[in-house]
């Protein structure tokens, strides 16, 4: 658990007796949060990896911003339903916003 802290207010490290789940069900209430946090305290050195390992770390960092990008793409479109709807409440005649 060294690679995680605590955050209570300040940050401090969890210890590796401690376990998240039991302390956030003891410690914390509807005015309480805590969120764990990785410890990134060294860089990546890129040049240590092969060229296939870099192809690969690219592949699924596209992976995940194709995911991210449709997860906004389908926040929007029902953002865009529920505008659309709320229209057709004031105005039945109203044209939909996909056209």
């Known amino acids: 658990m060294d690679k995680y802290f605590l955050k209570l207010n300040s940050y401090r490290r969890i210890q590796d007796q401690e376990i998240p789940l039991m302390l956030a069900l003891l410690d914390c209430d509807e005015d309480k949060h805590f969120v764990l946090q990785e410890n990134e ?45 709320a229209m057709n409440k004031f105005n039945p005649s109203s044209r939909s916003l996909a056209n």
């Open 41 to 85: 305290t060294e860089d990546i050195i890129w040049e240590q990896f092969a060229i296939p390992e870099l192809n690969n770390f690219l592949k699924i960092l596209d992976l995940e911003e194709e995911e991210y990008l449709n997860q906004v793409k389908l926040k929007y479109r029902i953002l865009q339903e529920k505008i659309q709807e």
